[in-house]
């Protein structure tokens, strides 16, 4: 009987460079990601045009786009493909193999905080997973990648949106981020009240939904005088005394930047969680990584 070889291809490599391609929204980056030539991806698109007599893909100078029918057959490409993975997935574990790939959706604190740590110990145990990080700016848009299957697991912040199941991680406190020569440098907190009074950096994403919820529940009307939708921005103009904001705790972690970082008067927090769309029909990749994150956690 012939050994099974997890690595052997199963006849959808044509989807797999197309949805690489759509990724991307190159052939080129796609064929580098893939470890193809660029005429092999091409080709391989070109013959699912053929075979289906549809055109797939808008070439134009900037890259490539979706046609509409290369739109509305994407969600069963989708689905194809991560059928085959996990059915490969699960006939390794039937041969005692540890072989996959975990694609995760994360946001900017996590990608640099925990996510290296949490990935190096996790191959440690299973040296032959291959992850594939898809970043994003707000919780709503990894929701919507873990319904429509681009990944398989998401940070977010709970509670979650519909039709997804979660398992909650750790509380991370919100706190305010002033100059390093503010007046309240020394003090023990910064009261509500203050952003009412001095210019207010808001974090124009999903915290700007929890800062909205916080000022709201404190009664409190910002004095907002920019919005910006990077974090690293919001501290980098603080801390050139542009003005005052609020952050959680995790972004601020070796900042490079001279700011001071004080507690909220009253404390506020935001909940971090991992989702799925369903706990019960996750990958066996996935199931191992689910409870790692949980124990890695606990550890650091």
Same mark, same amino acid.
């Given at each position: 009987?012939?050994?099974?070889?997890?690595?052997?291809?199963?006849?959808?490599?044509?989807?797999?460079?197309?949805?690489?391609?759509?990724?991307?929204?190159?052939?080129?980056?796609?064929?580098?990601?893939?470890?193809?030539?660029?005429?092999?991806?091409? +080709?391989?698109?070109?013959?699912?045009?053929?075979?289906?007599?549809?055109?797939?893909?808008? !070439?134009?100078?900037?890259?490539?786009?979706?046609?509409?029918?290369?739109?509305?057959?994407?969600?069963?490409?989708?689905?194809?493909?991560?059928?085959?993975?996990?059915?490969?997935?699960?006939?390794?574990?039937?041969?005692?193999?540890? +072989?996959?790939?975990?694609?995760?959706?994360?946001?900017?604190?996590?990608?640099?905080?925990?996510?290296?740590?949490?990935?190096?110990?996790?191959?440690?145990?299973?040296?032959?997973? !291959?992850?594939?990080?898809?970043?994003?700016?707000?919780?709503?848009?990894?929701?919507?990648?873990?319904?429509?299957?681009?990944?398989?697991?998401?940070?977010?912040?709970?509670?979650?949106?519909?039709?997804?199941?979660?398992?909650?991680? !750790?509380?991370?406190?919100?706190?305010?981020?002033?100059?390093?020569?503010?007046?309240?440098?020394?003090?023990?907190?910064?009261?509500?009240?203050?952003?009412?009074?001095?210019?207010?950096?808001?974090?124009?994403?999903?915290?700007?939904?929890?800062?909205?919820?916080?000022?709201?529940?404190?009664?409190? !009307?910002?004095?907002?005088?920019?919005?910006?939708?990077?974090?690293?921005?919001?501290?980098?103009?603080?801390?050139?005394?542009?003005?005052?904001?609020?952050?959680?705790?995790?972004?601020?972690?070796?900042?490079?930047?001279?700011?001071?970082?004080?507690?909220?008067?009253?404390?506020?927090?935001?909940?971090?969680?991992?989702?799925?769309?369903?706990?019960?029909?996750?990958?066996?990749?996935?199931?191992?990584?689910?409870?790692?994150?949980?124990?890695?956690?606990?550890?650091?």
């Amino acid at each position: 009987m012939k050994k099974w070889n997890g690595d052997e291809e199963m006849g959808i490599s044509k989807y797999q460079a197309f949805l690489k391609t759509v990724e991307l929204g190159s052939i080129t980056r796609a064929a580098e990601e893939l470890g193809y030539t660029q005429s092999a991806v091409s +080709r391989m698109i070109a013959d699912l045009e053929t075979e289906w007599a549809v055109s797939l893909l808008v !070439r134009g100078r900037g890259g490539v786009v979706l046609s509409p029918a290369g739109a509305e057959l994407l969600p069963d490409i989708r689905t194809v493909c991560n059928a085959q993975r996990e059915l490969t997935e699960r006939i390794g574990a039937l041969h005692g193999l540890t +072989r996959g790939t975990i694609r995760i959706g994360t946001i900017t604190s996590i990608s640099v905080h925990w996510l290296p740590g949490i990935m190096k110990s996790f191959l440690e145990q299973y040296p032959g997973i !291959r992850f594939e990080l898809l970043g994003g700016v707000e919780y709503a848009e990894i929701e919507d990648w873990i319904r429509k299957g681009r990944v398989d697991c998401g940070f977010v912040g709970l509670p979650a949106g519909r039709e997804l199941e979660t398992i909650s991680l !750790r509380r991370d406190r919100l706190v305010a981020v002033l100059p390093k020569r503010h007046p309240l440098a020394e003090a023990g907190s910064c009261p509500m009240e203050r952003f009412a009074q001095e210019p207010f950096i808001r974090p124009e994403d999903d915290k700007d939904k929890e800062v909205a919820g916080i000022f709201e529940r404190a009664g409190v !009307r910002p004095n907002v005088e920019y919005a910006v939708n990077d974090d690293y921005a919001v501290i980098a103009m603080v801390a050139s005394g542009l003005g005052i904001s609020i952050l959680p705790e995790l972004v601020l972690r070796r900042t490079p930047y001279e700011v001071v970082v004080k507690p909220l008067d009253p404390p506020q927090f935001r909940e971090l969680g991992l989702a799925v769309r369903s706990l019960r029909e996750v990958s066996p990749v996935t199931a191992r990584f689910l409870p790692h994150v949980q124990a890695w956690l606990k550890e650091n």
